[in-house]
């Protein structure tokens, strides 16, 4: 069974720093894909960042590209999103997801229908 809890949002001004974790209390993290999703509000949710099983592929979308970083430690069943240079417009619902498929094309891990299992979500909420 897959239970994403996350974890590290909160206020922070613009320019700052904020590190999400994503704990699983499963037994098979290690063999998912990972994601992190975001929705602002009155928008639909859109792709931030993802991560293969083994952690040697991330992928970022365009806007989180050179500021935010996805990384994982199996061994904790835990995935990371540290995200610097925060801006207004990150402010958001973030989202964590596992993914149960093998994809060779990277492009598969940018879309939400790839994700098997999702957490409740985290606010980050940046201000100007």
């Known amino acids: 069974q897959v239970q994403l809890i996350e974890s590290g949002g909160g206020l922070v001004q613009a320019g700052g720093s904020l590190r999400l974790s994503c704990t699983d209390s499963?037994?098979?993290?290690?063999?998912?894909?990972m994601g992190w999703f975001r929705q602002a509000p009155g928008k639909e949710r859109e792709f931030v960042a993802a991560?293969?099983?083994?952690?040697?592929?991330?992928y970022y979308a365009d806007s989180a590209k050179g500021r935010f970083t996805i990384s994982r430690d199996n061994a904790k069943n835990t995935v990371y999103l540290q995200m610097n240079s925060l801006k207004p417009e990150d402010t958001a619902v973030y989202y964590c997801a596992a993914s149960t498929k093998y994809y060779s094309a990277s492009l598969r891990y940018l879309l939400s229908a790839t994700y098997d299992y999702w957490g409740q979500g985290t606010q980050v909420t940046v201000s100007s």
């Open positions: 991560i293969r099983w083994s952690g040697s592929s991330t």
């Open positions: 499963g037994r098979a993290f290690s063999r998912y894909a």
